[in-house]
């Protein structure tokens, strides 16, 4: 499904720029915002898994929980974050999937994230699809499901949101 | 730029005196950080224990396979055609190849190797060759078993469990479990049907530090509240933040937990058996939520009131059966341990369905591995970054003596085993003491086989 026109592109990439610097930043404050208040953040643990509530997932927040892992990320002694991790996101491959009204749309794109912390480097890679839901004041995030490329590797701590 | 101060670990040229790195109360270093003393571990520890392999539930129909590791054997458990579930070593007897891709399927009626096509049955015993009358004449027999995929030495389950051993010789499985066999009782006792099912996934989370430090965390309680401070408070301070009189939700439930006081550990009871098993009390009171309420009441309707509440009283945090399982008999997960080298160690986290529960038991389930286990989770990654500073800090030349003195010589003997209170260093005393033997020297401390007082 094409934009609409070079506006509505600009808006929904422009949305994703900003959600994107808001975690590279550590605004987690800003970042909750974004979603609707029963807005889920979901990271799959298998591919092509269907559903977050019958299966173990990667990450599986609602505001509460992404509530509480903001709040630890700030804790002083909360020490896998000394040093903080430190990311940055490429986004890129930005479309819309449907649209189901003028209210509600899903856009699909692609990402890599480089992270670091302590000695390492780590690269993580996937697919990112938002169910953007309109409010007066802009876009809100209903979803954001995110599949990695590696999801069903063995991992070592994912700490910040991806 | 940081700075990254590279560990040596410690060279292994010297020969090993373990004799002399085991004492009652505290263990050399070297134990964690000596890549000899791993190789070692997994012929003498890994090699004669009873390994958790899998859960009969992962191959329910015949030709059903789960790979897994045994130590550092790489086995597959297979259901053949008459029901039974064998474990064997996942070798060609041909010319070695992987007999079946790692993860778990289906292979059908037989097992049939990629490479030059020959086909065994489910029980491993060799079907059919390509070629077959290339073999007449030759040294090379059909009819001999060791043409068919071997099998491990021994293989027992205990209700759904299934337990392997590389070794002939040594106790029963029954035997072996000794007193944490009434987790895994539990574990199935919990669900209406009196039967449990993995679902849901495998979770996988690679750690940078020896497997023993792990298992000594299980039951290492006092560190809880200085660990996990960032993720306690965090929960604590949600909870806060909402509307007073808010019950608590679950998910503030499990991580609050951890920030109990020195003097709430204190009074839990600790339980260590032979063979270095062990488990500790549950810490959480039964919760009264709506899902909570409903699963009890499909228990009760499937068992009585009475059975019911003679089953939700065994209320139990972490079971250690050492060396490769830790269930959660009340959250119904298990976390299998598996040492990848003596400096990394892989934990796989499965989840189980009561069977016969409601579906959002199960679902709870799932949110408590979410929360607690995942790689995702807030409290783990606390624990990680401790077991990494442990291991990168024996590594160092800043002392060769790892302390376990805590309540040391205050143990109440138990049939089959000693108990103590909830901050003791026993479980890790204890688990030393079953290491030492498994490898061949003796700590001093006395396990209830020595002293012939075992039920
Ligand atoms: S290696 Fe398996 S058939 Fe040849
Ligand atoms: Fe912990």
């Known amino acids: ?162 | 730029m940081n700075s990254v101060i590279p560990i040596i670990p410690i060279a292994a040229t010297d020969p090993i005196d373990i004799q002399s790195l085991v004492q009652p109360d505290r263990v050399h270093k070297r134990v964690y950080t000596d890549p000899a003393i791993f190789e070692l571990e997994m012929d003498r520890v890994f090699g004669q224990a009873w390994i958790y392999i899998g859960h009969e539930s992962q191959v329910p129909k015949p030709g059903d396979y789960f790979t897994t590791r045994l130590g550092r054997e790489p086995v597959v458990m297979v259901r053949h055609t008459d029901g039974q579930v064998h474990v064997m070593f996942n070798r060609c007897p041909h010319k070695g190849a992987k007999l079946v891709p790692d993860g778990s399927g289906s292979a059908g009626k037989f097992l049939r190797c990629l490479y030059h096509g020959w086909t065994f049955k489910c029980d491993g015993s060799l079907l059919s060759v390509p070629l077959r009358s290339g073999y007449e004449c030759t040294a090379l027999d059909l009819k001999d078993p060791q043409y068919g995929v071997r099998k491990v030495a021994r293989v027992a389950t205990h209700r759904g469990f299934v337990f392997a051993s590389l070794s002939e010789d040594g106790p029963e499985l029954k035997e072996f479990l000794g007193g944490v066999a009434t987790s895994l009782d539990n574990f199935c006792d919990r669900a209406p049907e009196g039967e449990v099912e993995v679902a849901g996934g495998v979770q996988r989370v690679v750690q940078r530090n020896n497997w023993k430090i792990f298992f000594e965390n299980l039951h290492d309680t006092i560190h809880a509240v200085a660990t996990h401070e960032s993720s306690w408070r965090a929960a604590k301070e949600e909870h806060e933040s909402m509307p007073a009189g808010t019950p608590k939700p679950f998910e503030v439930v499990i991580v609050d937990g951890n920030g109990e006081p020195l003097e709430f550990w204190e009074k839990l009871e600790l339980k260590g058996y032979d063979h270095g098993h062990g488990f500790m009390e549950g810490i959480f009171v039964p919760p009264t939520d709506p899902v909570s309420l409903a699963y009890v009441a499909s228990l009760e309707a499937a068992k009585g009131a009475e059975r019911a509440d003679e089953i939700l009283r065994v209320n139990r945090h972490n079971t250690i059966v050492y060396p490769s399982c830790s269930p959660h008999t009340s959250f119904q997960q298990i976390r299998v341990i598996r040492p990848l080298s003596v400096d990394r160690t892989l934990v796989e986290i499965f989840s189980f369905r009561l069977k016969g529960a409601p579906e959002a038991t199960f679902q709870r389930t799932l949110k408590y591995t979410n929360i607690v286990n995942a790689p995702s989770s807030n409290v783990m990654s606390d624990d990680l970054e401790a077991y990494n500073r442990v291991q990168e800090g024996l590594g160092s030349d800043g002392g060769d003596w790892v302390s376990m003195h805590r309540a040391a010589g205050r143990d109440q003997p138990l049939p089959g085993g000693r108990a103590s209170n909830g901050n003791s260093e026993m479980p890790s005393r204890n688990m030393f003491a079953a290491w030492a033997g498994y490898m061949g020297v003796d700590t001093g401390v006395e396990t209830n086989e020595q002293t012939g007082s075992a039920e």
């Not at chain 1, 809100?140 to 999801?151: A, E, F, G, S």
Request: proline share 3%.
């Open chain 1, 1 to 162: 499904m094409n934009f609409r026109d070079w506006n509505e592109q600009q808006d929904l990439t422009q949305f994703l720029h900003h959600e994107a610097r808001l975690l590279d930043e550590h605004r987690w404050d800003e970042w909750q915002k974004l979603f609707t208040p029963d807005g889920l953040y979901w990271v799959p643990l298998v591919h092509g898994q269907v559903d977050h509530l019958n299966h173990a997932s990667l990450f599986c927040e609602d505001a509460l929980l992404r509530s509480m892992r903001a709040r630890r990320l700030e804790q002083a002694r909360a020490y896998s974050q000394q040093p903080p991790t430190r990311t940055v996101h490429v986004l890129g491959n930005i479309a819309l999937e449907s649209r189901d009204d003028d209210a509600v749309c899903t856009v699909r794109s692609t990402f890599l994230l480089l992270e670091w912390r302590k000695t390492e480097q780590r690269t993580f890679g996937g697919s990112v699809r938002h169910t953007l839901r309109r409010a007066d004041d802009g876009w809100r995030i209903q979803t954001k499901r995110i599949d990695l490329v590696n999801c069903d590797a063995p991992h070592e701590a994912l700490q910040v949101f991806l």
